[in-house]
T-cell receptor, first 116, second 109 residues
Framework: GAVVSQHPSWVICKSGTSVKIECRSL??????MFWYRQFPKQSLMLMAT?????????EQGVEKDKFLINHASLTLSTLTVTSAHPEDSSFYIC????????????FGPGTRLTVL | GQNIDQPTEMTATEGAIVQINCTYQTSGFNGLFWYQQHAGEAPTFLSYNVLDGLEEKGRFSSFLSRSKGYSYLLLKELQMKDSASYLC??????????FGKGTRLSVIA
């Protein structure tokens, strides 16, 4: 149990376009979902925390107007990278938490974004 | 503030034992996690310690000392497939996990 999927697994896009990444909890309802970004050889950096039905909480330094997060249901959160640029190329990973206990996090397989 | 330190890289021989250390300084503490992450993949859960002592799970063990702000992950009978990054993460309570920068382990023949 506790499977989290992401789609797409990888995406290549042109600079200036927008890209949407989906994160789904397949066999549980996710009260909270997290979005991370990881650059090569670096650790996971939390971008934002989203709770179903409310606005996401962004970490310092993350532009909320550039990285749009929508947690429309208890099984789906989306991250849209708007007007993507080459420096946004990274590995984006979501995780989902089934309850109020923040120590339960299940990670998705990640999405590799390359912006040309 | 939050500060989690781990060695950047380690190398060990197949069949050997390796210990990856993690020290932390956080404003709160409700548990420490170890994750394994292979290149290009998402992290996978290895262990969770909230009480002092050693937790053993097959070839992997994790130790915690809350008074010292210290943990280690012990990998026994190393295999080539254990080559990966190992992430130490602290849960402060009512906040998302705080990850260290990870330790890249290379297992050589």
């Amino acid at each position: 149990g506790a499977v989290v999927s992401q789609h797409p697994s990888w995406v290549i896009c042109k600079s200036g376009t927008s890209v949407k990444i989906e994160c789904r909890s397949l066999d549980f309802q996710a009260t909270t979902m997290f979005w991370y970004r990881q650059f090569p050889k670096q650790s996971l950096m939390l971008m934002a925390t989203s709770n179903e039905g409310s606005k996401a909480t962004y970490e310092q330094g993350v532009e909320k107007d550039k990285f749009l997060i929508n947690h429309a249901s208890l099984t789906l959160s989306t991250l849209t990278v708007t007007s993507a640029h080459p420096e946004d190329s990274s590995f984006y990973i979501c995780s989902a938490s089934p309850g109020s206990e923040w120590n339960e996090q299940f990670f998705g397989p990640g999405t590799r974004l390359t912006v040309l | 503030g939050q500060n989690i330190d781990q060695p950047t890289e380690m190398t060990a021989t197949e069949g050997a034992i390796v210990q990856i250390n993690c020290t932390y300084q956080t404003s709160g503490f409700n548990g420490l996690f170890w994750y394994q992450q292979h290149a290009g993949e998402a992290p996978t859960f290895l262990s969770y310690n909230v009480l002092d002592g050693l937790e053993e799970k097959g070839r992997f063990s994790s130790f915690l000392s809350r008074s010292k702000g210290y943990s280690y992950l012990l990998l026994k009978e190393l295999q080539m497939k254990d080559s990966a990054s190992y992430l130490c993460a602290v849960w402060e309570g009512n906040t998302p996990l705080v990850f260290g920068k990870g330790t890249r382990l290379s297992v050589i023949a």
